[in-house]
């Protein structure tokens, strides 16, 4: 299955969305709710889901395991890649030359003039 992930160093935690999550074995979160304000408003959640991927265009290979959380919806995106996910895989989002870099594997970034409209898809 393809996901449309968007990574954003500006979110602490990784989000998948429920239709993607139903295909997937849901659990239930170890807090019983959490909640994050974002510019949309709040976002709540109380479950998880056991998702493993690969980010094929920095490393075709390499099989990662999270556990996002699970949201309703994400804008065009299928999952947000937050910060605990690039800490965890030490991916370097390098705003310097506008890079990101895996472990020696480079991908450069969409155009910054790039429209909401074109992010995920």
């Given at each position: 299955?393809?996901?449309?992930?968007?990574?954003?160093?500006?979110?602490?935690?990784?989000?998948?969305?429920?239709?993607?999550?139903?295909?997937?074995?849901?659990?239930?979160?170890?807090?019983?709710?959490?909640?994050?304000?974002?510019?949309?408003?709040?976002?709540?959640?109380?479950?998880?889901?056991?998702?493993?991927?690969?980010?094929?265009?920095?490393?075709?290979?390499?099989?990662?395991?999270?556990?996002?959380?699970?949201?309703?919806?994400?804008g065009?995106?299928?999952?947000?890649?937050?910060?605990?996910?690039?800490?965890?895989?030490?991916?370097?989002?390098r705003?310097?030359?506008?890079?990101?870099?895996?472990?020696?594997?480079?991908?450069?970034?969409?155009?910054?003039?790039?429209?909401?409209?074109?992010?995920?898809?």
């Amino acid at each position: 299955m393809t996901v449309k992930a968007l990574p954003d160093s500006g979110v602490s935690e990784s989000f998948l969305t429920e239709k993607f999550a139903k295909k997937l074995r849901l659990k239930k979160s170890s807090n019983s709710s959490a909640v994050w304000t974002a510019p949309g408003g709040e976002m709540r959640t109380n479950q998880r889901v056991n998702a493993q991927f690969t980010v094929p265009a920095l490393h075709e290979d390499r099989l990662a395991e999270w556990n996002p959380h699970v949201a309703k919806a994400l804008g065009k995106c299928d999952m947000t890649i937050g910060s605990d996910i690039l800490q965890f895989l030490k991916i370097d989002l390098r705003f310097s030359d506008n890079v990101a870099e895996w472990d020696g594997s480079e991908l450069p970034f969409e155009d910054g003039e790039a429209t909401p409209s074109r992010r995920c898809g």
